[in-house]
């Protein structure tokens, strides 16, 4: 993980103002990552968003679809695969394993790391937001499939 100068892990949490939440590459190819914690939180409404996204990015439904099967579905690059690696276990975990990070490491940096810890956060708080407060979909987005199932009453799906 990220080290201070004391050997601690502050220097994660003080890595100052150039860490942005725009360096990890999230369009087009990085659409999956969002509607991986959707499929995982059961967040319809964040689903269709991001299907629509990244259909007028100009991916097929195929690719859409694939990641309702996770990071071991066929068709992913080894860097996706990863990638959707690192989102399940901070949706199950609220952490990005050793192993995974240091997959990660040897492609992003530190700041592009922070970064995607961020925004798979972002969407979490996102995802529990929309699911509790019943956010209906935008009358565009009813026709979008696949739809990941009607949530019941009480917020379990």
Known sequence: MVAGS?????????????ASW????????GFER??????????????????HLAREAGLGDEEIERVLEGPGAD???????????????L?????????????LAATYDVQQ???LVFTIGAYELLAMAF?????????????TRPRLGVRSEGGSS
Do not use: C, K
């Open 113 to 115: 790391l922070m970064d």
């Open 34 to 51: 969002a509607r991986r914690v959707a499929a995982l939180r059961r967040a319809e409404y964040e689903w269709a968003q991001h299907v």
């Open 131 to 143: 699911n509790s407060f019943g956010l209906q979909l935008d009358e565009d987005l009813e026709a």
């Open 75 to 89: 068709g992913w690059s080894p860097l996706d695969a990863t990638l959707l690696t690192a989102v399940d276990e």
């Open 91 to 103: 949706v199950a975990d609220a952490g990005i394993s050793d192993a995974t990070w240091s997959a």
């Open 6 to 18: 004391d050997g601690s892990n502050r220097g994660a949490v003080v890595a100052g103002p150039e």
């Open 22 to 29: 725009s360096t990890v590459g999230w369009e087009p190819e």
